[in-house]
């Protein structure tokens, strides 16, 4: 199967054939292209995943969304599309999660779990998994849970470049504070300032971090908003 669709029809045709017990299974399936941050999805039935933008904003993947595995085996299941962007995280959690009890009787819901994730701040996939899985369990209580409590995190890593250690490669880097300058609207002073600045930065990694020695490699990592731009330059392992 090549894609999330083909493997949930897949998968769900198996699944639903000899299930005299009525068994069913929810499942999310995507694939994340590394390089561009856009994943293309569907859903058997499971809790839409929730996306954390890096300014704050959390929505849900509520689209693309059919029965869960073993219940027809001629389900038809659709793809959705989204893209993480630099920083952006992508939350997948069991319904033990927004459906968590308290004494009240009450759910955590999944507003409840929007507003935890705006209002964390966390960029830290590990962080963020731990704080919201502390807050559910804060919200419950000693009151007995139905469902698993389960919360899975994956965080796209902020944009950057891997330069070899070699002058060359500063046209490179120019070009890519261009586009960063270009998608953010930043000011051309801005972006040509950052970019004279970071010229001086590597060439000083390169000429006396590595004595000219043609092998080595830089990362250089942004992180950028509509109000400003920021770079961090480390030799790179």
């Given amino acids: 199967a090549s894609s999330p669709a083909a493997v949930l029809t897949s998968v769900n045709r198996e699944t639903a054939r000899n299930n005299d017990q009525c068994m069913f299974v929810t499942v999310w399936c995507g694939i994340l292209d590394l390089g561009s941050g856009r994943i293309t999805y569907a859903n058997a039935g499971h809790n839409p995943p929730a996306v954390g933008a890096a300014d704050g904003r959390v929505g849900f993947l509520d689209i693309a969304s059919a029965p869960a595995l073993g219940i027809d085996e001629d389900a038809a299941y659709r793809e959705g599309t989204t893209t993480l962007e630099p920083d ?3 939350v997948m959690y069991t319904d033990g999660v927004t459906e968590a009890l308290d004494a009240r009787q009450e759910l955590f819901s999944e507003d409840r779990l929007q507003t935890e994730l705006a ?3 966390l960029r ?3 962080d963020l998994a731990g704080r919201v899985l502390a807050r559910v369990a804060a919200f419950a209580g000693d009151a007995p849970q139905a469902d698993d409590i389960a919360l899975f995190v994956l965080r796209r890593g902020p944009a950057g470049l891997r330069l070899a250690s070699r002058l060359s490669e500063l046209p490179r880097l120019a070009v ?3 586009r960063l300058g270009r ?3 930043l000011p051309e002073g801005v972006v040509s300032d950052l970019t004279l600045a970071l010229e001086e930065a590597v060439s000083n990694v390169i000429r006396h971090g590595y004595g000219d020695r043609p092998d080595g490699l830089i990362s250089v990592t942004f992180r950028a908003t ?4 920021g770079a961090t330059v480390e030799v790179a392992a």
């Fill in 88 to 90: 952006d995280v992508l």
């Fill in 119 to 121: 209002a964390s701040g």
């Fill in 124 to 126: 830290d996939a590990r």
């Fill in 176 to 178: 890519e504070v261009a």
């Fill in 183 to 185: 998608e953010h609207g």
């Fill in 226 to 229: 509509r109000e400003s731009i």
